[in-house]
C-alpha cells in the first residue's frame, strides 16, 4: 500500500549554515528533501549536499546492532543493547575505580545535536569527574573562540547572515564559502549581483572558485595572515583611516599594538606574504574607506599553529576602524559544522563548562556543581584532542568513548593515532555508519540514529537555534545519540554513587534542553527564553534569548559594551610567527588541504552518492604545472606524496590556481579510498598553544613519480 507523502521541516546536517529542510517521507522511509522557505538561513535554497541528503542514508553502510568484542584478536559479535550498555558501564566502573577518573575520556562530534552534548558533558563531568571531554570542533573552531574571547570577551560571533548582504566591504580569509558555505555564497552573489558597489576581498594562497566574486584577490603565501592582517592596520594608521573615537571610548591595549606594527611596513608585508605593495595598499584603501566592513573566514585562519593570532589580528582590524556592531560590519566565523556552535554553548570543548563558563574557573565549576547537585566538578584540566590521543597511545586513558565522528580518517598524523586506537584496551564508537574508518577499532560499536531520525535542536553560525525534528525512526536498532548517553549514565551512575538518585532522568531531548538552558540564564549567551515548544511557535532564534524575550538578537555590541572585566574590547598585540613546517629541500612543497564541494568530512554519508563524486571523482594531488614539469610528471600519473609522518600513492593534476611550492589535497579522502592512511597521514599534530587546534592546513612534502 502506497502511504501518503508526509513532510517534516528540520535542518541540513552538513555545514555551519545550518539551512532549514523539509523531509519528504512516508512515515517509514524518507523520499526527498525541500528547502524550507520559511527558514532564515536559507530561505528554501539548499547547495548540492543538502539537496541529495535523502539519497544519503544507503542502509548497507548503516550501524543497524550493537555489537561487542570481548578481545583485541577477535572480531565483534552481535548483542543487545541492554548487554551492550551494562558491559560498557562495567568497564568504565571497574577503569575509574582502578585508574581513576582520568583513565577515561570522552571524543565527541560537531555533528552532535545540542541536548547529546549536554547529555555528555554532564556524564564526563558530573558523573565521572573528569574534564577529558573534547570535541572534533577542536579541529575546526576552536582558534576563532579563543580570538573571539581574548579580543572580545566571550566567544558569540556578533554577526547575522543579513549583514553579509548589507555590507559594503567583504573580507573572505582563508574560507571557500563557495565550496564550504554554498547557500551563504549564493547569497552574497545575489546581493553583490543587485549592488555591484559592494567590494569584495578573499585572501587565499589558492585561486578557488570563492575568488569568481573577487575585487581584489590577495594570494599570500600560506600561513602569513598575521602579517597581512598587521600590514593592513600599519597602513590605516598612516592613512588616518582609523576610527579614532571608538578605540578611545571601546577598547583597550591600542597602544601596544600600534608599536608592533609599526615594523609592518608595506614593503616588509608585502615580501613576508608574497604580494604586492600595490595590492595591499588597494585592499586597506577598500576596508578603509568602506561605511560598512565586514570579514568571514573559517579554516584557513583557524587550522594553524597560529590561529589565535590571526583571529585576534583580524579583528584588530575592526576594533581600530570602528566596524563592529553596526549593520554591514564586524568579524563574522564561518563555523565548519552544523553544531559546533550548539557544543560551544554547551562546554564541550575539555577547557569549558556550560553556559560558556570555564572549567579551570572554581567559581565556574561551583556554580554548574550546585546545579547539578554534586559536590564539585574536577578541577584536573582535561586533554584537547591531539593531547588526548596521545594519552591512549602511552596507555594513560584506557576507556575511550567516540561519537559521531571519525578520528582514524579526520585527525593529523594518522599513523599515531591508528597506534593509539589499536593499543586501547576499551573503545566504544556511538555512530551511525559502520564503514568510517574508527568503526574498525571499535570494542564495542553502538548504532546511532542519523539525519531526520533524531529530535534536538542546532546552533548555526549566526547564533540562529532550530528545531531539529524527527522524521522517520531510526532503522534496526539504531537509537538516538541523547537515548545512548543518558540509557549507559543510568547504568553507571549507581556503580559510582550508590544509592544516590540519578542524574539522568531525562524522558526526552525536550527535558534535557530544560535543563540546559538554565545553565545560560544571566550569561552572554543567555537562552533560557527558548524551548523546542517556542522554536515551534516563533521559527528559529538567535541567542541571546532571555526569559520574556519575544525575538531573538541579531546582532552583539551595538551599545559598544563589550563582556570584557573593563567593559571595553581587547586589542591583542601578537606578532607574526611562521608556520611549524617550512618548506626545504627534502620536502619542497607547501600541502594544503581542504574541503570538496560535493563531500562532507570523511565521507561516511555523501560517500554513499554516487552523483556526489560527479564533481570530483577521486581523490588527486593538485600542483602548479611548472612542479609537474621540474618533475617530468603529466597529469593523470601516479605518485608517491610523502611527508615527514607517511605517504600516500594517487594521481597528480596539473592546477594554475595554486603558486609553483605549493600543493593541494581534498581533506575528505581516507584509507577506504586510498592506498595508505588518508590525506591525514600527512599531516601533523602541531598545534597553536592558546587554542590546541591543530595546523592541518600546512605540511611540508615532496612529490616523487611510482
Ligand atoms: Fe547543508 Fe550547508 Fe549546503 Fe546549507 S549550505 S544545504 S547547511 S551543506
Not at 574534564?131 to 579563543?146: E, F, K
Not at 574536577?378 to 586533554?383: A, D, I, Y
Not at 538554565?518 to 516563533?538: C, E, F, K, N, Y
Request: proline share 6%; hydrophobic share 40%.
Amino acid at each position: 500500500m502506497t502511504r501518503p507523502t508526509q513532510t517534516t521541516a528540520s535542518t541540513c546536517c552538513y555545514c555551519g549554515v545550518g539551512c532549514g529542510v523539509l523531509i519528504e517521507h512516508d512515515g517509514e522511509h524518507i523520499t526527498g528533501v525541500q528547502g524550507d522557505p520559511q527558514h532564515p538561513a536559507n530561505y528554501g535554497r539548499l547547495c548540492s549536499k543538502g539537496s541529495t541528503l535523502h539519497l544519503t542514508g544507503d542502509l548497507a553502510a548503516r550501524a543497524l546492532y550493537p555489537e561487542l568484542r570481548l578481545g583485541k584478536g577477535l572480531a565483534r559479535a552481535r548483542t543487545d543493547w541492554d548487554g551492550a550498555l551494562d558491559h560498557a558501564a562495567n568497564v568504565f566502573a571497574e577503569t575509574i575505580r582502578e585508574h581513576g577518573p582520568d583513565s577515561v575520556a570522552f571524543y565527541i562530534s560537531g555533528q552532535l545535536l545540542t541536548e547529546d552534548y549536554y547529555a555528555f558533558n554532564k556524564l564526563a563531568r558530573a558523573l565521572i569527574g573528569t574534564n577529558n571531554i573534547d570535541s572534533n570542533s577542536r579541529l575546526c573552531m576552536s582558534s576563532a573562540v579563543v580570538g573571539y574571547k581574548r579580543s572580545l570577551g566571550a566567544d558569540a560571533p556578533p554577526c547575522s547572515y543579513e549583514d553579509i548582504e548589507q555590507s559594503h566591504c567583504l573580507l573572505i580569509a582563508g574560507s571557500n564559502m563557495a565550496y564550504a558555505h554554498p547557500v551563504l555564497f549564493r547569497r552574497l552573489e545575489a546581493a553583490k549581483a543587485h549592488r555591484p558597489d559592494m567590494k569584495v576581498i578573499v585572501v587565499d594562497p589558492r585561486r578557488t572558485d570563492t575568488c569568481e566574486l573577487a575585487d581584489l584577490h590577495l594570494a599570500i603565501l600560506p600561513g602569513t595572515d598575521v602579517a597581512l592582517f598587521h600590514g593592513i592596520l600599519h597602513i590605516l594608521l598612516w592613512e588616518g583611516w582609523i576610527d579614532r573615537a571608538f578605540i578611545d571610548a571601546h577598547t583597550e591595549g591600542f597602544d601596544a599594538l600600534k608599536k608592533l606594527v609599526r615594523d609592518y611596513t608595506p614593503a616588509a608585508v608585502a615580501e613576508i606574504c608574497g604580494i604586492s605593495v600595490d595590492n595591499l595598499q588597494l585592499c586597506t584603501e577598500l576596508i578603509g574607506k568602506a561605511p560598512s566592513f565586514l570579514s568571514l573566514w573559517c579554516m584557513g585562519l583557524n587550522q594553524s599553529s597560529a590561529g589565535s593570532a590571526k583571529n585576534s589580528a583580524l579583528i584588530n582590524l575592526h576594533l581600530a576602524t570602528g566596524q563592529i556592531g553596526r549593520v554591514g560590519a564586524g568579524p563574522f566565523s564561518l563555523t565548519g559544522q552544523p553544531n559546533a556552535m550548539g557544543g560551544r554553548e554547551t562546554g564541550s570543548l575539555a577547557n569549558l563548562l556550560p553556559g560558556h563558563r570555564e572549567a579551570g574557573n572554581a567559581a565556574h565549576r561551583a556554580e554548574v556543581a550546585g546545579y547539578w547537585g554534586v559536590d564539585r566538578l574536577p578541577e584536573q584540566p582535561g586533554l584537547s584532542a591531539i593531547e588526548l590521543f596521545e594519552a591512549v597511545r602511552v596507555g594513560k586513558i584506557k576507556a575511550l568513548w567516540i561519537a559521531c565522528t571519525n578520528p582514524a580518517q579526520s585527525m593529523p598524523d594518522q599513523t599515531r593515532i591508528h597506534d593509539a586506537l589499536a593499543a586501547c584496551p576499551f573503545v566504544v564508537v556511538q555512530e551511525a555508519f559502520f564503514t568510517t574508518e574508527t568503526c574498525r577499532f571499535a570494542d564495542l560499536l553502538l548504532p546511532a540514529a542519523s539525519w531526520g531520525e533524531k529530535e534536538g535542536s542546532v546552533t548555526n553560525s549566526e547564533r540562529r537555534i532550530s528545531h531539529v525534528r524527527r522524521a522517520v525512526r531510526a532503522p534496526a536498532e539504531a537509537r538516538p545519540d541523547w537515548a545512548i548517553v543518558c540509557d549507559f549514565a543510568r547504568r553507571l551512575d549507581p556503580l559510582l554513587r550508590p544509592g544516590l538518585p540519578s542524574l539522568f532522568d531525562f524522558a526526552d531531548p525536550a527535558a534535557l534542553f530544560e535543563e540546559y538552558k538554565q545553565l545560560t540564564a544571566g550569561r552572554d549567551l543567555d537562552l533560557s527564553g527558548i524551548s523546542h515548544a517556542l522554536l515551534d511557535d516563533l521559527g528559529p532564534q538567535q541567542w541571546p534569548f532571555p526569559a520574556g524575550a519575544t525575538r531573538g538578537t541579531a546582532r552583539l555590541y551595538g551599545d559598544g559594551v563589550f563582556p570584557t572585566a573593563s567593559g571595553r574590547a581587547q586589542f591583542v598585540a601578537d606578532p607574526y610567527r611562521a608556520a611549524q613546517e617550512q618548506r626545504e629541500a627534502r620536502y619542497s612543497l607547501t600541502l594544503n588541504t581542504g574541503r570538496l564541494r560535493d563531500q562532507w568530512h570523511g565521507m561516511s554519508r555523501t560517500g554513499t552518492a554516487a552523483q556526489l563524486f560527479g564533481h570530483v571523482e577521486e581523490a588527486t594531488l593538485s600542483l602548479h604545472p611548472d612542479e609537474l614539469q621540474r618533475r617530468r610528471l603529466a597529469s593523470g600519473d601516479l605518485v608517491k606524496l610523502r611527508s615527514r609522518r607517511g605517504s600516500l600513492i594517487l594521481p597528480v593534476q596539473a592546477d594554475d590556481n595554486i603558486r609553483p611550492g605549493q600543493a593541494f589535497l581534498p581533506m575528505h579522502w581516507g584509507d577506504r579510498f586510498l592506498k595508505g592512511l588518508g590525506t591525514n597521514v600527512l599531516t601533523l599534530p602541531a598545534f597553536d598553544p592558546l587554542s590546541k587546534q591543530p595546523e592541518l592546513k600546512h605540511a611540508g612534502v615532496e612529490v616523487d613519480k611510482v
